[in-house]
């Protein structure tokens, strides 16, 4: 393979997330805007779990997205809460409190052999925050590394499997998509998503299967499987 571009998911191929903790998130921007009170926070948090997120999982049926700084404004705004802030710091101060997450084994050395052979970089995820937001998280996490563009679902509408986002990155790049590959773990929204809008994707199936669900399933398309990212650079010319 001979790629001008990798394309990257997110959470669990580059960066992961184990410390995960939404309820910490909530309580950070409680916290900002001027309360602490931890009846008042459970209350928030249980009715985001039985009034708004049903309707989210039914948005991303879909393949619909709903932007982080959106839901909670609306989450908040029920309790008579006024966000205040730019929807940006509403998602950062959310996404910070709740995870501070850590490079992939891998990742680093990875982006640095892609850097020394002059091919782009890009992220394309789902996920309820802007690029920009996690711009900076990338930032912080990969200081030494700059991805030539970082495409979110909150931007863009459309959430993985849909085509929108692959297609966006191969027109920013102005790559032609057999110069491409794409890498996830997920065999649905990544690897067949990649494949149908004709990028070949690459299955990272470590981290899938470790978090326990969909070990057994197989994409339905041509593809290429690895164990660690490191094996990514075995497959470059």
Not at 4 to 32: H, I, S
Not at 163 to 186: E, V
């Amino acid at each position: 393979m001979n790629p001008e571009l990798v394309l990257f998911d997110y959470g669990n191929t580059l960066v992961t997330e184990q410390d995960w903790n939404a309820e910490n998130g909530n309580k950070a921007l409680l916290k900002t805007a001027g309360f602490d009170d931890p009846e008042l926070l459970s209350r928030i948090i249980e009715y985001g779990k039985t009034n708004l997120l049903p309707k989210i999982k039914d948005m991303r049926e879909n393949n619909i997205e709903v932007s982080g700084a959106a839901y909670s404004r609306a989450l908040f705004g029920n309790f008579g809460i006024n966000l205040d802030m730019a929807d940006e710091e509403i998602e950062r101060i959310f996404w910070y409190a709740a995870s501070k997450g850590e490079a992939v084994d891998g990742a680093e050395a990875l982006l640095a052999f892609l850097d020394k052979n002059g091919i782009q970089t890009g992220i394309i995820s789902n996920m309820m925050w802007s690029g920009k937001v996690l711009r900076k998280r990338l930032e912080r996490i990969f200081p030494y590394h700059k991805f030539d563009f970082v495409l979110t679902s909150a931007d863009y509408i459309y959430r993985k499997p849909d085509p929108c986002m692959f297609n966006i990155a191969a027109l920013l790049s102005k790559t032609d998509k057999s110069r491409i590959l794409y890498c996830g773990d997920n065999p649905e929204t990544d690897i067949e998503g990649a494949a149908k809008a004709g990028i070949f994707p690459i299955f990272f199936r470590n981290y899938f299967d470790s978090r326990g669900y969909g070990s057994d399933k197989t994409p339905k398309c041509e593809y290429t499987e690895i164990n660690t990212l490191s094996q990514i650079k075995d497959l470059i010319d």
